[in-house]
């Protein structure tokens, strides 16, 4: 699946959840399709949390 299909179908999906529940709905939506994002994006490799996560270490 090509990327310009996933982003149509992340609009729809974005506006049928304003359409059925309103601003709180569609920022919840949002927030869901981040946390999906950043999850999917750890698990392909694209990014390390645990590296944000340990922060610095002096010895």
Not at 22 to 46: D, K, N, S
Request: glycine content about 18%.
């Amino acid at each position: 699946m090509s990327v310009s299909t996933i982003g149509l179908f992340t609009g729809l999906l974005l506006a049928i959840a304003a359409i059925l529940g309103g601003f709180w709905g569609f920022v919840l939506a949002v927030v869901l399709g981040g946390v999906g994002w950043i999850v999917a994006a750890q698990i392909e490799g694209r990014i390390d949390l645990g590296a944000a996560f340990r922060g610095r270490r002096h010895v």
